[in-house]
């Protein structure tokens, strides 16, 4: 194994080593740089949102060795990034012993960069022995207030909950926020756009600034598991919503936007036009999708591997008997991966993510699209 030098560059607009789109420009191709684990299927919340939801569950199962887990990281040369993911990872403390440290601090001696997905909820001490070896702090804002976190953590719950304990959480995951932004701890919270959502989205931008994150992720709502039945945005719904938050962002704080619905190689004019805008503004940037462009996800329970935690595509092998890199190549060579991985390097898009795809532009064919416009590092023109 060659080591990368543990002297990694700063996360900002111009590197997010979770884009895909570096190696696809530098390589040619797709290259596995990025394993994602589910550490946990626990939770204290069951959100209305929540794309794993259904595999939530009540009592933990055994995991894999974190032996095992590093030994298949080990086997990937083109490794550049780890993401935990859950259920809730810090929920269980034995999990964050035995499999989150461990791994964060593997990551940490081989210059990997790490994210951990967080609901933030729980007391602060619980993400301090940890938090110095993580690069991205990820967590889900997707409230005006607490008796928006009520109404939406609590959806799926199956009980009453007392709203002033869902108070308190919520009151927890500001505060939290908020001390470990002021500790230097790169916070990123995501917002899903849903008809709810869309109409608050620059307050909830605001409070995204007030806590001091450094990034704010906004990705369309993903029709799965619990979210399966909410009503997603049409399409102009959403385009309107992300007009309305450029025009009213925070200038210092960097937004990301995620698996987004529009192309370059739309017919629609104002589609182009957004697609334009978004690459002009500075502290604004358009990640490709990276699940199934250099992403892989590992469930710790079933060594199950798949393209994503969510969706409903099969496991695509299995850990205990797999390469990750192997595995990889097997999905690049299917007729499902074949639909989506269209590229246009001119137009800085790498084709849609399946869900949206599915979700917006079922009859689309986007290996026949062309692109109509060309952006360049904050300037573009029109191709047709």
């Known amino acids: 194994m060659i080591r990368m030098t543990n002297e990694k560059k700063e996360l900002t607009p111009d590197w997010d080593p979770w884009d895909p789109w570096y190696t696809r420009v530098e390589k040619g191709r797709y290259e596995l740089t990025s394993v994602e684990f589910t550490v946990t299927q626990l939770c204290n919340l069951r959100c209305e949102h929540c794309a794993v939801g259904e595999e939530l569950v009540e009592r933990e199962g055994i995991p894999i060795p974190v032996e095992q887990l590093i030994a298949a990281l080990e086997e990937i040369d083109t490794l550049q990034t780890v993401s935990i993911t859950g259920g809730e990872p810090v929920l269980n403390p034995k999990v964050v012993q035995n499999t989150i440290q461990p791994l964060l601090k593997y990551c940490k001696e081989r210059g990997i960069y790490t994210q951990l997905n967080s609901n933030l909820t729980l007391p602060l001490y619980r993400y301090l022995d940890w938090i110095d070896d993580l690069d991205v702090l990820h967590i889900s804002y997707n409230y005006r207030d607490e008796k928006d976190f009520y109404r939406m953590a609590f959806k799926n719950f199956g009980k009453e909950i007392n709203p002033k304990v869902a108070d308190r959480l919520y009151e927890q995951m500001i505060d939290n926020a908020r001390e470990l932004s002021k500790r230097g701890v790169f916070v990123s919270a995501e917002s899903l756009l849903s008809p709810f959502t869309a109409k608050y989205i620059e307050k909830m931008h605001q409070t995204v600034a007030e806590m001091g994150c450094k990034r704010h992720e906004v990705h369309p709502l993903y ?86 935690d969510f969706g409903d595509v099969p496991p695509l092998g299995n850990i205990h008997r797999d390469r990750l ?58 191709l047709l």
């Open 223 to 308: 029709p799965s598991d619990f979210a399966k039945n909410m009503e997603l945005l049409s399409l102009d719904e959403y385009r309107e919503a992300v007009w309305k938050l450029l025009d009213h962002r925070h200038p210092d704080v960097w937004i990301l936007f995620g698996t987004l619905p529009f192309y370059p190689c739309s017919d629609r004019k104002e589609d182009r036009e957004l697609w334009r805008r978004l690459h002009q503004e500075d502290n604004v940037t358009v990640r490709q999708d990276p699940d199934g462009r250099n992403r892989l996800n590992v469930n710790v329970f079933t060594g199950d591997v798949i393209v994503t």
């Open 325 to 382: 890199s192997d595995v990889f190549e097997r999905w690049l060579n299917s007729p499902v991966a074949k639909e989506v991985h269209c590229f246009c390097k001119e137009a800085r898009c790498a084709g849609p993510n399946l869900l949206v795809k599915n979700a917006y532009y079922p009859r689309w064919d986007f290996q026949t699209r062309q692109a109509k416009i060309r952006v360049d590092h904050r300037e573009s023109s029109d």
